[in-house]
C-alpha cells in the first residue's frame, strides 16, 4: 500500500538525516491523516491508494501553482523549496500518461461514447477520470478534450 510506503520512507528519511525530505514526507502524512479526518463522517468507502493517490494529486497541483507564482514573483529560493517537495510528492505518484498516449485515451472514450460535440465533453471527462484519473493531468486533459470535440 501506498500509505506504508511513504511510512517507511519517512522513516528511511530520518534515520539518514535528510531533513528536507523528511519535512516533506511528513507533510504529505499529515495530508493523508486530514483527509482520513474528512472522510470518517462520509458513508461512502473509498480504497486507500486512491484516496492517498488524490492527496497527492492535489498537493503535486498546489506546487506547481506556488512555483509558478514564486517565479513570477521573483522569489527563485521559496520556488526552489517548493520543486523539491514537487519531487518528493512525485514520487508516489503513479507514472503520468504522455500527451499522445492522452490523445489516444480521448479517442477511444469519443468512440465508446459516440461523443461528437462540446455538449458531450462532462461526459467523456466524466469516462477518461474514471478510466484514466491517476494517471493523468486533469487541466491539460480538459483542454485537449476541449480541442478534440469543437
Known sequence: M???????ETITAMKAGNKERTASLRLIGAKIKDRDIELRTSSKEIDDDVLVTEVLQKMAKQRKES?????????DELAAKEEAELAVIEEFLPQQMSEEETRAAIEVIKSDLAADSIKDMGKVMGELKARHGAE???TKASAMVKESLT
Open 2 to 8: 501506498l500509505r506504508d510506503t511513504i511510512k517507511a
Open 67 to 75: 512555483i509558478t507564482m514564486y517565479v513570477d514573483g521573483g522569489r
Open 136 to 138: 493523468l493531468d486533469m
